[in-house]
């Protein structure tokens, strides 16, 4: 059988799924088994990582050109990890309402504006899930309300020296890394939004 | 208890984990769901999913300045998605090896010179996925053989064309997304060693 050219051929999903089997179920996740026919016609297996939330990233940028990282262990990769204010927004609740409400638990932090940097998949040769990232300004300074669950550092820094910690690999954590990379991109090439392009001074 | 400040705080582990059963296993990851103490000291649950394989991209970039992208649709999202070559490499392979024989398969390019560009961890609220992502020049053209499961389709760009797909949110899988930014903040800066430099033109 000849494969669709071009548009028709990204429209069509070339996997035949026979069975599918929840082996695992939690707050945050679900796993699925499939028995599939792969796109070369021949059976195999797929497993699959539904995400329960969106992953929501904020680069909050005060009006002398700082920002605030988080630092946690995550107990997945067993490793110690700096990165942008994050957490999970459930999906049919406004991304933005969420990374307000992350941005004040984590860091005490209300902002004025916000700006969608970026979107991306995070793994998706396992798993279907999504992130969005903003920047956020127009500060004022709160009460952090972590959940108490969480154990969090926090460190308030120049994003200049925050994007050299991206580019030494010194923060990992892709989430943090995209969005990171993106403001800087906008940042050099000055089309962030006038008041901001000013807050972070020439590139 | 007081928690340990600085990097004291950094190296302890503030997890306990009091039981561990493997859910599910397969050629590609291991879900584990854990009973644990929480930072907090209070009862809680954690599922990690583990990765067999190493996470490597790479960006293969010719003389004129073009690049390859790999379409494919990607089961867990259920959509089609544009990358960079990538591939799994097996723990305790030199992945540079792993990024040859991956760009091979589904490009057909071998490459004489090779740039590591980012190291990132994917999703690391769940999983220990770690991805690495190379620059490759001095490409010769061969025979591509992808996977008999894989359907890909293949585009050769202008590498500013894919720089803009990054920005213009067509470009979703992070490892791409983190790679791409990676390159196009060390070609503005003109960071990339001297030939790569020449291949992309003035910034």
Same mark, same amino acid.
């Given at each position: 059988m000849t494969p669709p050219a071009g548009e028709d051929a990204e429209a069509a999903n070339p996997w035949t799924v026979r069975r599918a089997d929840v082996r695992y179920d939690n707050r945050w996740i679900r796993v699925t088994h499939h028995d599939v026919l792969t796109p070369a016609g021949t059976p195999g297996i797929y497993g699959t990582v539904h995400f329960k939330n969106l992953a929501i990233g904020i680069i909050p940028v005060d009006d002398d050109g700082h920002t605030w990282l988080v630092g946690q262990y995550r107990f997945p990769l067993a490793a110690y990890s700096w990165e942008i204010p994050e957490g999970g927004g459930p999906h049919g609740v406004d991304p933005l309402e969420s990374a307000a409400r992350e941005l004040a638990e984590e860091t005490g932090l209300v902002a004025a504006s916000w700006l969608p940097l970026i979107? =991306?998949?995070?793994?998706?040769s396992v798993s279907d899930e999504r992130a969005i990232a903003y920047m956020a300004w127009g500060l004022t300074q709160g009460a952090a309300a972590p959940e108490p669950t969480e154990r969090l550092q926090q460190r308030r820094l120049p994003l200049g020296e925050v994007f050299a =910690?991206?580019? &030494? &690999?010194?923060?990992?954590d892709a989430l943090s890394v995209g969005a990171l990379q993106a403001l800087e991109l906008r940042w050099r090439d000055g089309s962030l939004p006038p008041p901001v392009q000013r807050m972070l001074g020439p590139p």
């Amino acid at each position: 059988m000849t494969p669709p050219a071009g548009e028709d051929a990204e429209a069509a999903n070339p996997w035949t799924v026979r069975r599918a089997d929840v082996r695992y179920d939690n707050r945050w996740i679900r796993v699925t088994h499939h028995d599939v026919l792969t796109p070369a016609g021949t059976p195999g297996i797929y497993g699959t990582v539904h995400f329960k939330n969106l992953a929501i990233g904020i680069i909050p940028v005060d009006d002398d050109g700082h920002t605030w990282l988080v630092g946690q262990y995550r107990f997945p990769l067993a490793a110690y990890s700096w990165e942008i204010p994050e957490g999970g927004g459930p999906h049919g609740v406004d991304p933005l309402e969420s990374a307000a409400r992350e941005l004040a638990e984590e860091t005490g932090l209300v902002a004025a504006s916000w700006l969608p940097l970026i979107e =991306m998949d995070l793994s998706n040769s396992v798993s279907d899930e999504r992130a969005i990232a903003y920047m956020a300004w127009g500060l004022t300074q709160g009460a952090a309300a972590p959940e108490p669950t969480e154990r969090l550092q926090q460190r308030r820094l120049p994003l200049g020296e925050v994007f050299a =910690m991206v580019r &030494g &690999g010194v923060i990992r954590d892709a989430l943090s890394v995209g969005a990171l990379q993106a403001l800087e991109l906008r940042w050099r090439d000055g089309s962030l939004p006038p008041p901001v392009q000013r807050m972070l001074g020439p590139p």
